[in-house]
Antibody, heavy 120, light 106 residues
Framework: EVQLVESGGGLVQPGRSLRLSCATS????????MHWVRQGSGKGLEWVAG????????VYADSVKGRFTISRDNAKMSLFLQLDSLRTEDTALYYC?????????????WGQGTMVTVSS | DIQMTQSPSSLSASVGDRVTITCRAS??????LAWYQQRPGKVPKLLIY???TLQSGVPSRFSGSVSGTDFTLTISSLQPEDVATYYC?????????FGGGTKVEI
């Protein structure tokens, strides 16, 4: 069974950092690009960052560029998101999502999400 | 950046009705569009990719089409389990933007 399980969310003060993880199983991890997508409470979906199968040229939404860093460890079948200089507007449920392809395509598998709350 | 404008933002229909949701791209994105369903309190689910290809396991009452930069998601006969918010997403280039969503109620 294909599974994506996020962890690392929590309550953090503005300006601080957090590191999210996504542990995967049930598929060949390095056959797929991976992404992070977030959703504020009662809001729509916002793509945050993506990384190709070989970690070449990670890409980011303008809203997080320079503050967030996406990475992956193919040996451990895991995806990561380092969140620095957090702002209150970064408060959201963060989903890990699998891309259909090795580069950028639609997202066919989603995790349950991990909640990030940025508040003083 | 290319903008994705989804309409309507919400709709109410009856069981058995034909429902149409539109997503308009501000520039040509060819067929690089996906549709997702998010039921209340649930994780998004891929319905359609490449504008009109049905994801495995998705009921055939869902279909997608494209005309120029206008993309359409159609539910041919609305069912109670289709109550959800539907999102389009472009993936022709970065950023991989989502539309604002369409909430479907019965």
């Amino acid at each position: 069974e294909v599974q994506l399980v996020e962890s690392g969310g929590g309550l953090v003060q503005p300006g601080r950092s957090l590191r999210l993880s996504c542990a995967t199983s049930g598929f060949t991890f390095d056959d797929h690009a991976m992404h992070w997508v977030r959703q504020g409470s009662g809001k729509g979906l916002e793509w945050v960052a993506g990384i190709s199968w070989n970690s070449d040229s990670p890409v980011y939404a303008d809203s997080v560029k320079g503050r967030f860093t996406i990475s992956r460890d193919n040996a451990k079948m895991s995806l990561f998101l380092q969140l620095d200089s957090l702002r209150t507007e970064d408060t959201a449920l963060y989903y890990c999502a699998r891309d259909r392809s090795a580069w950028y395509d639609a997202f066919d598998i989603w995790g349950q999400g991990t909640m990030v709350t940025v508040s003083s | 950046d290319i903008q994705m404008t989804q309409s309507p933002s919400s709709l109410s229909a009856s069981v058995g009705d034909r429902v149409t949701i539109t997503c308009r791209a501000s520039q040509d994105i060819r067929h690089y569009l996906a549709w997702y369903q998010q039921r209340p309190g649930k994780v998004p689910k891929l319905l359609i990719y490449a504008a009109s290809t049905l994801q495995s396991g998705v009921p055939s009452r869902f279909s997608g089409s494209v005309s120029g930069t206008d993309f359409t998601l159609t539910i041919s006969s609305l069912q109670p389990e289709d109550v959800a918010t539907y999102y389009c997403q472009k993936y022709n280039a970065i950023p991989l933007a989502f539309g604002g969503g369409t909430k479907v109620e019965i």
